[in-house]
């Protein structure tokens, strides 16, 4: 049965899609999609209340074709996500991480081809991480839907306001990767992107599959006995979260966690006696806090984070670093490269520790890979050898920065 035709009427527009309730609607709408090399998805999602995002809506667009599946009432999404592991097919997305998570958590694989728009944007202009609509009217010179940017994306049924905003998430993706895709050709980035979107999947890949326990709020100070303890936590917690799909930070906040480590105590009736700790809801938990601290204090010193001897970087590192990242934003501006895509000042300053240490034996830096490599080039080396300068030029130029290389 095919799927009903929807006509959303807008001030100025209507917007013919089709709206998906059912498996069987799903999988006629995958054997249109399948007959596209190319299909551009977005999402709406809930993040606060559950473990994981709650995936409430996905748009797509392919082959002139708009569609919205409704993933509150259709649970089984595995031949919509199949569809973007077939390596014909690229699947184009703004800002994908969320995205991404979703599919491989799914079915544990990610999209064979991979274009975000976000990425390609700032490798042919000067702004990034750029939102959607900004890349839209810059590159399209089309407006976009502002509204409905607090939408409970949980709730039913959905206004014809709502469904328009979702909609207008992936209505240019056509357009816009045609058109990035010309730019990156005509600069000879091609290459760039494709190398920029195996690296950025796999760095998003690991960001979901990797334990982050060191992204809890307060840990700078602890010592290493104290981080045993906060990674002892953070595995429980993050266990007890899953386990009831909730945020881990309801289960236990970020700074009554802390306070545990600090106090290395793992008698529950200590344990009881922090201000905070005295919600009901974790009154029933106190012992597996409680063995949780004490892994922490029985782990042997050898194994205890936070040991690795790290050298500290030459005491000019902090001041050449500011120089040079304004060398390299000046050239990216020149380029039309996004600075902030090339690098961050961390980068800058790994670059010149890395140079200025001899320490070959230390992980070649990022800026030092790729094509990050082939646009700083021989920059660096040059500035600090003294055979190039930054000087002023034009006071009034929106790049009043120029660099001068000596033959």
């Not at 559950?50 to 919205?68: D, H, K, M, N, P």
């Not at 595995?78 to 994908?96: K, N, Q």
């Not at 009736?269 to 201000?275: F, G, L, P, T, Y």
């Not at 020149?334 to 010149?352: H, N, V, Y």
């Given at each position: 049965m095919w799927?009903?035709?929807?006509?959303?009427?807008?001030?100025?527009?209507?917007?013919?899609?089709?709206?998906?309730t059912t498996e069987s609607q799903l999988a006629a709408l995958v054997d249109?999609?399948?007959?596209?090399?190319?299909?551009?998805?977005?999402t709406e999602f809930v993040s606060e209340h559950t473990y994981r995002s709650q995936l409430c809506l996905v748009q797509v667009a392919a082959g002139g074709?708009?569609?919205?599946?409704?993933?509150?009432?259709?649970?089984?999404?595995?031949?919509?996500?199949?569809?973007?592991?077939?390596?014909?097919?690229?699947?184009?997305?703004?800002?994908?991480?969320?995205?991404?998570?979703?599919i491989l958590h799914a079915i544990g694989e990610r999209p064979a081809r991979l274009f975000d728009v976000q990425v390609a944007a700032g490798l042919v202009d000067h702004d990034y991480p750029a939102g959607y609509g900004a890349i839209v009217r810059r590159m399209l010179g089309q407006p976009?839907?502002?509204?409905?940017?607090?939408?409970?994306?949980?709730?039913?049924?959905?206004?014809?306001?709502?469904?328009?905003?979702?909609?207008?998430?992936?209505r240019h993706l056509d357009e816009l990767w045609k058109t990035l895709t010309g730019r990156l050709a005509d600069r000879g980035r091609i290459d760039w992107m494709t190398e920029e979107m195996a690296t950025w999947m796999d760095e998003v890949e690991a960001s979901f599959t990797r334990k982050r326990w060191r992204r809890v709020s307060g840990l700078n100070g602890l010592n290493r006995r104290e981080l045993a303890i906060a990674r002892e936590l953070w595995h429980w917690r993050d266990s007890v979260a899953d386990a009831r799909d909730m945020p881990p930070k309801r289960v236990l906040r970020d700074d009554?966690?802390?306070?545990?480590?600090?106090?290395?105590?793992?008698d529950p009736q200590q344990i009881a006696a922090i201000r905070g700790m005295q919600r009901s809801d974790l009154r029933h938990i106190l012992p597996a806090?409680?063995?949780?601290?004490e892994r922490g204090l029985s782990l042997p010193d050898a194994d205890l984070p936070g040991g690795e001897k790290h050298r500290?970087?030459?005491?000019?590192?902090?001041?050449?670093?500011?120089?040079l990242a304004t060398a390299v934003g000046g050239l990216c501006r020149q380029l039309e490269i996004a600075p902030a895509l090339l690098g961050t000042a961390s980068d800058m300053r790994e670059l010149l520790a890395y140079k200025l240490s001899n320490q070959k034996n230390m992980p070649p830096p990022a800026l030092t890979q790729g094509w990050r490599a082939d646009v700083v080039g021989d920059l660096i080396d040059e500035l600090l050898n003294g055979r190039a300068a930054l000087r002023i030029n034009d006071l009034h130029s929106r790049d009043p920065l120029v660099i001068d290389r000596r033959g």
């Amino acid at each position: 049965m095919w799927p009903k035709r929807l006509f959303v009427k807008r001030s100025s527009s209507i917007s013919d899609h089709t709206f998906i309730t059912t498996e069987s609607q799903l999988a006629a709408l995958v054997d249109r999609l399948a007959q596209h090399d190319w299909l551009g998805f977005d999402t709406e999602f809930v993040s606060e209340h559950t473990y994981r995002s709650q995936l409430c809506l996905v748009q797509v667009a392919a082959g002139g074709e708009l569609a919205v599946i409704d993933t509150l009432k259709v649970k089984e999404l595995e031949p919509f996500w199949r569809l973007l592991t077939d390596p014909a097919r690229t699947t184009v997305v703004h800002a994908g991480r969320e995205e991404m998570g979703f599919i491989l958590h799914a079915i544990g694989e990610r999209p064979a081809r991979l274009f975000d728009v976000q990425v390609a944007a700032g490798l042919v202009d000067h702004d990034y991480p750029a939102g959607y609509g900004a890349i839209v009217r810059r590159m399209l010179g089309q407006p976009t839907n502002k509204g409905e940017t607090r939408t409970d994306w949980r709730k039913r049924p959905l206004t014809h306001a709502q469904i328009e905003y979702a909609l207008d998430d992936v209505r240019h993706l056509d357009e816009l990767w045609k058109t990035l895709t010309g730019r990156l050709a005509d600069r000879g980035r091609i290459d760039w992107m494709t190398e920029e979107m195996a690296t950025w999947m796999d760095e998003v890949e690991a960001s979901f599959t990797r334990k982050r326990w060191r992204r809890v709020s307060g840990l700078n100070g602890l010592n290493r006995r104290e981080l045993a303890i906060a990674r002892e936590l953070w595995h429980w917690r993050d266990s007890v979260a899953d386990a009831r799909d909730m945020p881990p930070k309801r289960v236990l906040r970020d700074d009554l966690l802390v306070e545990l480590c600090k106090r290395k105590n793992a008698d529950p009736q200590q344990i009881a006696a922090i201000r905070g700790m005295q919600r009901s809801d974790l009154r029933h938990i106190l012992p597996a806090i409680a063995e949780a601290v004490e892994r922490g204090l029985s782990l042997p010193d050898a194994d205890l984070p936070g040991g690795e001897k790290h050298r500290p970087p030459p005491a000019q590192v902090n001041v050449l670093g500011q120089f040079l990242a304004t060398a390299v934003g000046g050239l990216c501006r020149q380029l039309e490269i996004a600075p902030a895509l090339l690098g961050t000042a961390s980068d800058m300053r790994e670059l010149l520790a890395y140079k200025l240490s001899n320490q070959k034996n230390m992980p070649p830096p990022a800026l030092t890979q790729g094509w990050r490599a082939d646009v700083v080039g021989d920059l660096i080396d040059e500035l600090l050898n003294g055979r190039a300068a930054l000087r002023i030029n034009d006071l009034h130029s929106r790049d009043p920065l120029v660099i001068d290389r000596r033959g």
